[in-house]
């Protein structure tokens, strides 16, 4: 018998999670171990997904403006306002997505097949007590942390690559005139909706396994699909959001 | 979760020497799919049922996702246009940006999320429970079998996949145009049709062949070297995706590049 078969669905996971955080919040120790596991462990992917996004964005910007204007002063100011706005969270949200969704549900699938989430129940926890509520903690604080991380490492590769393919002086690329404290608002609103999001999603498919290994492979890929979905929408809810209201 | 293999989160001193295995492995498992995929070997029966894997059930999700893009692409081109005046350029700023960069790697990072998480998942369950030896046992190559029709279903499949959700996002961002931002339709329309586009379709086409090639060679990989039970199985999904991730912006980046060259 599965104890734990009543409590895999997203919104119930999600209602029990923060039940958790309000009553019983996970210990401090454990959940800077899970900002190391997703925040610090992430890091070197983060950054070089979105390295190599600025430099594809750079590229990409200067070559159709110079069909158009011959003159590229502006472009670091747009390059880095867009990073901001949309490519930085939605970019870091699919990267965490796919390192720490997949994790988070790894794990939780083999907890599920070896009967572990069951002894869990039995022993008077739950798997969003042990399971969830540390890693949505740690998301809530390492997702922005991430977010800023790669939008740092997209800007700077960006700037790296338009002096040297297009000879824009770094003072000149380096201009954050054109982002407004709204954009940065709407950037943290994004990582923040993401950080919550992952793991409730990626561990509600990590909890449905069913029967040994194959089980496993493919709640993992539940996770990762579902997780990602869930990073588009919210970038689509907010900026539809922030569309209506005029920001 | 401490003694996870996600080759990418380690800090182990091997990681050099793993990394040059698996780039080894990887050239390996290509190498061998393309040549069973050349002499026409692979298996009829299990490409079908690759292809149904990777296009047709893929489809809701994909066309949900570029539905999504197109709006935010188009919400957020908006600020930018309506600050410079400029109306009548949002369809062409909107289409480039789409056709060129957006489509394709959300389509490619959705496709490794999806089908070659799955792809992994299951060549990885087959070596976890032995079936691998088993085959290899009774004489029977596994490639023809298991990555040649991957190669086969995804290479060809993933530019058409980009060519569906280029048409969802488009449809999505003129409607998000004229029904949010407040441009004309028929304006937005003219001015994606004037741009003259279509080099920046055609790339993000040719971008889905290398992008194809990218996460088949990487589930293949992943799924034939998975040890550990059902938790190595989870890992090297954990694996597939982030590995896809990184060549698809590896590789974008190298279209770009290559794209101007041989084009100017």
């Not at chain 2, 971008?207 to 040890?227: D, E, H, N, P, Q």
Request: proline share 4%; hydrophobic share 55%.
């Amino acid at each position: 018998m599965k104890a734990t078969a009543d409590r895999t669905g997203i919104p119930a996971l999600a209602l029990s999670t923060i039940r958790t955080m309000v009553t019983a919040p996970p210990n401090m120790g454990r959940v800077v171990r899970e900002i190391h596991e997703t925040t610090n462990r992430s890091l070197l992917f983060v950054s070089v997904t979105l390295a190599f996004f600025g430099m594809i964005l750079v590229y990409q910007g200067c070559m159709q403006a110079l069909r158009i204007y011959p003159d590229l002063s502006g472009a670091g100011e747009i390059v880095i306002k867009t990073m901001v706005r949309v490519f930085g969270p939605l970019v870091t949200g699919l990267m965490v997505a796919f390192r720490v969704g997949a994790g988070i549900a790894a794990e939780a699938g083999t907890m599920v097949v070896t009967d572990q989430a069951d002894a869990l129940v039995v022993t008077g926890s739950s798997p969003a007590r042990w399971l969830v509520a540390p890693r949505f903690a740690a998301c809530l604080i390492g997702v922005p942390v991430l977010t800023v991380a790669g939008i740092c490492a997209g800007v700077t590769a960006g700037g790296v690559f338009a002096a040297i393919r297009f000879e824009i002086l770094p003072r000149t690329f380096f201009d954050i005139g054109m982002v407004e404290w709204e954009d940065f608002v709407i950037c943290f609103i994004k990582a923040f909706l993401n950080g919550a999001t992952i793991p409730i999603v990626a561990g509600a498919a990590g909890l449905s396994t069913k029967n040994s290994s194959e089980g496993v492979g493919l709640a993992t890929t539940n996770a990762v699909v579902n997780s990602a979905v869930a990073v588009v929408i919210i970038e689509f809810l907010v900026s539809f959001i922030a569309s209506v209201t005029g920001h | 979760m401490s003694d996870d293999a996600t080759i990418f989160g380690r800090s182990s001193r091997n990681f050099a020497a793993e990394f040059v295995a698996f780039l080894g492995a990887l050239l390996i498992t290509t190498g061998s799919g393309i040549a069973v995929v050349l002499r026409g070997r692979a298996d009829y029966l299990l490409t079908l049922r690759q292809l149904r894997i990777v296009t047709i059930e893929s489809m809701p999700v994909m066309s949900l996702v570029a539905v999504m893009g197109g709006f935010v692409m188009v919400f957020e081109s908006a600020g930018a246009i309506e600050s410079t005046g400029a109306d009548g350029m949002l369809g062409w700023a909107f289409g480039l940006a789409t056709l060129s960069e957006v489509a394709p790697i959300l389509v490619a990072l959705m496709f490794a999320a999806r089908s070659g998480a799955r792809t992994t998942a299951e060549i990885g369950t087959k070596s976890v429970t032995g079936q691998l030896d088993a085959m290899r046992l009774l004489g029977v190559d596994p490639t023809p079998r298991l990555s040649a029709p991957v190669f086969i279903a995804m290479v060809p499949m993933l530019p058409l996949m980009i060519a569906l959700c280029d048409v969802c996002a488009i449809a999505a961002g003129t409607a998000g145009a004229s029904l949010v931002v407040g441009v004309n339709p028929d304006l937005f329309v003219i001015s994606m049709i004037e741009g003259r586009l279509l080099d920046e379709l055609l790339m993000g086409l040719v971008k889905g062949f290398f992008f194809g090639g990218v996460i088949a060679a990487v589930s293949c990989t992943l799924g034939l070297r998975v040890t550990g039970g059902a938790s190595g199985v989870g890992h090297a999904v954990n694996d597939c995706v982030v590995f896809s991730a990184i060549g698809v912006f590896i590789f974008d980046l190298l279209v770009d590049l290559v794209w101007l060259m041989v084009a100017s």
